[in-house]
């Protein structure tokens, strides 16, 4: 059975985590000086290796033969971690697992010492979905965790997580991970399964993300059954995108008030099979980057998607104002809001 990628390239060293040198320094000192804390919260976006960093920091506390903080990775207990067949680290699921008597069952169990490895690790995914009985169950262990109890919490939601659960943890924020860092991974993931991949393929990957390595790696999967090469062409007619000649085409009609032009190009478009949630998403990224260029033309370049040439973005600015602007990106995100409350998003 094919296994996915974000799976297969899951990091297993910290020095493989892209995108948070920031936090895994940290954490490498913390276990070289054995330093480590009791309670960890990871937060962050989707896809930005809160979990990853979780597991190969249950293995680094527990390893044998550690490497400068590093787990070895060939050690009985790294083994029996990465099988999944060790009771002493648990992966709970908070959104399913969400209800006091989990809580209360974890607490009465983590108490015991570990049956195998020097310390029992429980990473608690999704930790904002707790209910506030379980949250409350919770604060009690942590308040006084025994020594051989580590907790690693992470969240998408921080602001959810109660005061009384963030001051008893170190805090991490994990960063959407630059788009050039992602399509590097991608090109060196590519290379490693035989994907014939190009640099433009792997920006245009990149930029969809969004932040999310595990995004861009699904992505990368997706269009890898495609017989020849992962260009940005391919790519684009493969996810039913329109691409940013067509993109801004569309939007130099719209800004020229062209709706006959307008309509005809948008009917071709869907009859072609793109996904009109994904082009109105290009259509507002172009908006945006109109936009950036209107408002600070000069030191704005950095904040741009890179989707669109300098020419195109020359020729569009000057076809309509910053306030013009701001309405239309407005009315596209009340579409796709619209789109999605009306169930036709995917």
Request: hydrophobic share 40%; glycine share 6%.
């Amino acid at each position: 059975m094919h296994l996915a990628l974000y799976r297969s390239e899951r990091p297993e060293r910290f020095n493989e985590i892209i995108g948070q040198k920031h936090i895994v320094r940290i954490l490498q000192h913390q276990l070289e000086t054995d330093n480590v804390s009791q309670a960890y919260l990871f937060t962050g976006t989707r896809g930005t290796g809160k979990t990853s960093c979780a597991k190969i920091l249950a293995k680094a506390v527990n390893c044998e033969n550690p490497n400068h903080g590093d787990p070895c990775g060939v050690c009985p207990s790294c083994r029996a971690i990465d099988e999944g067949s060790c009771m002493d680290v648990l992966e709970i699921d908070a959104a399913s697992n969400n209800g006091v008597d989990n809580v209360r069952a974890l607490r009465e169990e983590a108490v015991y010492t570990p049956s195998v490895l020097k310390k029992r690790v429980y990473i608690i995914d999704e930790v904002h979905m707790l209910s506030t009985p379980a949250f409350n169950a919770l604060l009690k262990i942590l308040e006084e965790p025994p020594e051989h109890l580590v907790f690693i919490l992470a969240t998408t939601e921080l602001h959810k997580v109660p005061a009384t659960i963030l001051s008893r943890c170190q805090r991490y924020s994990f960063k959407r991970i630059l788009p050039q860092d992602i399509a590097r991974q991608l090109l060196h993931i590519a290379g490693e399964e035989n994907i014939d991949l190009t640099p433009d393929g792997a920006d245009i990957l990149a930029r969809m993300a969004n932040g999310a390595m595990r995004d861009a790696l699904s992505l990368l999967d997706q269009c890898r059954s495609f017989e020849g090469v992962l260009n940005a062409p391919a790519i684009l007619e493969l996810l039913g995108l329109a691409g940013g000649v067509q993109a801004a085409q569309l939007m130099e009609f719209i800004l020229r008030r062209n709706t006959q032009d307008t309509l005809l190009l948008f009917d071709k478009l869907y009859r072609d099979g793109k996904d009109i949630a994904a082009l109105l998403r290009e259509l507002s990224d172009l908006g945006r980057d109109l936009l950036i260029r209107c408002s600070a033309p000069q030191g704005g370049s950095a904040l741009l998607t890179g989707l669109y040439d300098e020419m195109a973005l020359e020729n569009l600015s000057v076809l309509a104002s910053g306030q013009r602007l701001l309405f239309m990106l407005d009315t596209l995100a009340q579409t796709l809001a619209a789109l999605a409350s009306n169930g036709s998003l995917r």
